[in-house]
Antibody, heavy 123, light 108 residues
Framework: QVQLQESGPGLVKPSETLSLTCTVS??????????WNWIRQSPGKGLEWIGY???????NYNPSLKSRITISIDTSKNQFSLKLSSVTAADTAVYYC???????????????WGQGTMVTVSS | EIVLTQSPGTLSLSPGERATLSCRASQSVSSRYLAWYQQQPGQAPRLLIY???SRATGIPDRFSGSGSGTDFTLTISRLEPEDFVVYFC?????????FGQGTKLEMK
């Protein structure tokens, strides 16, 4: 079955760039039937959607984070990635990647999630 | 931004009882674009309901969703011990996806 796995540093210094990768197994990021998301969860803010990317490379970002985010996709490695620049303590959270499915060529909900990775911003 | 407000924050019930969880949107959401997720402690959310009322694969039929416009409901008909966790609603109608703050279902 399809699985998603986040990877990346668990500790990032303030003002630096957080970089995470989501590796997809059992399925292909090149499928037009899905789109690929990043979500984070912190105790104080609940679940926050960060952004998504299609296999084509087209993206949509949360406006509150847009100036600091880059989401990219590598179809050769079957991965997609998140970069969040100029991090502060407020970016400390569990970061999830998730697959969104398409229904009749329209975006639908998130049916498969990675287990999540905790990222702490601290010097 | 569409703000989703879930109520109650915490719901105390007993196994076998019926649970009704509410999700209210700050503006109208197409029922096609409303989902519910369940989150067990230390785990990622799991999709329960999409399109306001369609159960995801493998979800027991004791879970059901309904609603339209600004008011949506997740109903659990007969609570099992494993259902006493946290539930989130999500809208993906607008280009900015948002989640509710969650309802915790606790065992009385």
């Amino acid at each position: 079955q399809v699985q998603l796995q986040e990877s990346g540093p668990g500790l990032v210094k303030p003002s630096e760039t957080l970089s995470l990768t989501c590796t997809v197994s059992g399925g292909s990021v090149s499928s037009g039937s899905y789109y690929w998301n990043w979500i984070r969860q912190s105790p104080g803010k609940g679940l926050e959607w960060i952004g998504y990317i299609y296999y084509s490379g087209s993206t949509n970002y949360n406006p509150s984070l847009k100036s600091r985010i880059t989401i990219s996709i590598d179809t050769s490695k079957n991965q997609f990635s998140l970069k969040l620049s100029s991090v502060t303590a407020a970016d400390t959270a569990v970061y999830y990647c998730a697959r969104g499915f398409m229904t009749r060529k329209v975006r639908d909900a998130f049916d498969i999630w990675g287990q999540g990775t905790m990222v702490t911003v601290s010097s | 931004e569409i703000v989703l407000t879930q109520s109650p924050g915490t719901l105390s019930l007993s196994p076998g009882e019926r649970a009704t969880l509410s999700c209210r949107a700050s503006q109208s959401v197409s029922s096609r674009y409303l989902a519910w997720y369940q989150q067990q402690p230390g785990q990622a959310p799991r999709l329960l309901i999409y399109g306001a009322s369609s159960r995801a694969t493998g979800i027991p039929d004791r879970f059901s969703g309904s609603g339209s416009g600004t008011d949506f409901t997740l109903t659990i008909s007969r609570l099992e011990p494993e259902d006493f966790v946290v539930y989130f609603c999500q809208q993906y109608d607008s280009s900015l996806f948002t989640f509710g703050q969650g309802t915790k279902l606790e065992m009385k």
